[in-house]
């Protein structure tokens, strides 16, 4: 078979403009199609994995906002007390957009001296000691600098807020890499209004032995007769409700990327069709000198699967491409969904380009090899 392959490619080259029109309607509607399931991979890394089903986030009652959640900082030492919370995080939290955004700021005020034991964060430029020691300092996630173009020991301005970079991290997390993390008290007293004392969020942690959901219907009997009513739930599951709307629109959008896959469909079958027609006499011929009509048919399949290869490739490149270097986010309510390439993604895209261009050229092919021979020779 591989002896055809110059012929398979002369006859793509024949008709260059038509192939090539081919190919790159192929790469956007692949390229679209991963452009979306990167969102939908940014969102399965968010709410999957130990900490988004072991963490458990306390929230004031019937609030998404973050700018609308207070909490008294004190109920970290009543949910100390519930059995099997091993620590409780105090977090402000601080966005500049509660709706759906495509450059969405989010800062995250915790007790410096307590976050590296709290996040896996590995950082790349900076001391740890440079950010415990100044209040104002602050620590940036690298996919945020990067987007940003934000240096060790720039002044970072967010809202009406200053504050010192101290250092750049990394993390297994990609969620992670777009956060900043502050210190607790500098982020309650920097808004231009007192609220110290008062916390978003308390992130709790459970031993291995103790039910997540148990532990939250526990909390919130804890803190039923406190001031403020709360709603405890996992870390992913209340990241999920938290940006419901975000996750329907990404769930709709699987219906686009079925679109792009029918397209894909449609202008490489039209391509093989068109081929065929314009070849009828040539088969006919090639099956005089002895190529029987199951060569024939793999001949115009490898033409369609070539041309859907090609196209699939070319967009995939650039969903790298464009993915990688724009370091993309999009989030709400102060949960961010970054958008990442991945070797899964690209493989994805090229398998389903494969089997999209045997499909295109199956029905073609199987007419062309069944065209009486005396037929197809008589046809001008």
Partial sequence: MFRFAPYVCKTLWRHRLRSLLTISGSAVA????????????????????????RRLIVFQENRFCPTSSRLPEDYARRIAQVPGVTDVLPIQV?????????????VHGVPATRLPEHRKLRLEQGQWDNFTQRSDAAVVGRQFAQRRRVRLGDQLTFGSMSVHVAGIFASDSAAEEDLIYCHLLFLQLAAGQSAAGLVTQLEV???????PDTAAKQIDEQLRTGLVPTATRRKGAFQTATISDLVDLIAYSYWLSLACVGLVL????????????DRVQEHAVLQTLGVRPGRLMRLILAESTLLCLAGGAAGVGLAW??????????GAEGVAITLRPSAELATAGLLVSL???LMAGFLPAY????????????QS
């Fill in 30 to 53: 692949i390229f679209v199609m991963g452009f979306i399931h990167s969102v939908q991979q940014g969102l399965d890394r968010m709410v999957q994995g130990e900490d988004a089903q």
């Fill in 94 to 106: 601080w966005t500049n957009n509660c709706r759906a955004s495509l450059d969405v700021v989010v």
């Fill in 321 to 330: 491409l464009v993915l990688q270097w724009g370091q993309f986010s999009v």
């Fill in 266 to 277: 449609s202008l490489v079958a039209t391509t093989t069709v068109m081929s065929v027609q």
């Fill in 355 to 357: 089997g999209l261009g």
């Fill in 205 to 211: 942690k459970v031993d291995e032995q103790t039910d």
């Fill in 367 to 378: 007419q062309a090899s069944r065209t009486p021979l005396v037929a197809a020779l008589r």
